[in-house]
């Protein structure tokens, strides 16, 4: 049984153009446009919240009073999994990879605004980390509270139906797409675009979340529609990870300078930023093409950039000193 989505977000979310950064990409000035599902509302927006409208919608169906959730330290998803649970009066409890350190800013900050526990699972692997959320979920029920358990990323087939309905957004706003181009970390968002709009529509820019991002992508998306799904069949660029998620790259570098400069549009250095870097190299190749209406899904998580001292380190040295004694 499906239950329905619990309301969150702020929907639709605005489709902008972005002629200067077309022009800067290669494109033509009526060719890209920009979603943007960092204006999502809720905690700070992102892309997170259409999932958890259906993981939380499910969970609060059930019963449960407590969300727990694994993540990396800077979660997009964590912060606004915690962000939900303020706004429905749920207790929130976030499994975190890793161990607490010097530094609280970016989305940590805000999880803790936002009255989140963190449980420090240690240097664990995606499995170590799942163990340590069932274990905090076991103490929990001990305890007497009624936990649920909301997937990685908040991805899953129950999740990606957040993304269904993005993809109608995106058909409504833009009948003649293309292509739509999206960070690919735990699968979610871009499985649901692809059962909305199709395999051949929808380019994911792997960010090095998953070992194998098509295999999530194909098991998410093919419950969720008619037509064949196939990991043969989808759009995926795995040329953005560098040495890893956490890193800040230097064709990532370059994409966050371009938006900012062309467009006045902040990205994270993990997702969104990957997302324009893959773009970039997708126009460099051939593979978008000028003429074509494309789309970047803005995903949201500036809080994260926050939290990336590379990433602040590198936005610092950007601005330039205006010497007033000339």
Known sequence: MTHPPVPLGTFPTPLEPA????????LGPDDLWVKRDDLTGLGGGGNKIRKL???????????????VTTGAPQSNHARLTAAAGARLGLSVVLVLRGSPGASRSG??????????????AGPVDQAGLDAAAAGVCARLRAGGARPALIPFGGSGVLGARGYLRCGAELREQL??????V?????????AGLVA???GGAVLGVDVGALADPAAAVTAFAAPLTTEHVSREGLRIRRDQVGAGYATLTGPVREALRLAARTEGLPLDPVYTGRALAGLRAAVADGTVRPGEKTVLLHTGGLPGLFGHP?????????AEIFDVTD
Do not use: C, I, K
């Open 175 to 180: 009948p003649e797409l293309r292509t739509a």
């Open 107 to 120: 989305n940590l900050a805000l999880d803790g605004l936002f009255g989140a526990r963190l449980a420090w």
């Open 310 to 318: 590379d990433a602040v380190g590198f936005a610092e040295e950007e």
């Open 196 to 198: 909305a709009l199709g």
């Open 19 to 26: 002629p200067r950064l077309a022009a800067a990409l290669g």
């Open 182 to 190: 999206v960070a690919l970390g735990s699968g979610g968002t871009m």
């Open 53 to 67: 409208e259906w993981t939380v919608g499910a969970a609060v169906a059930e019963g449960a009073d407590t969300l």
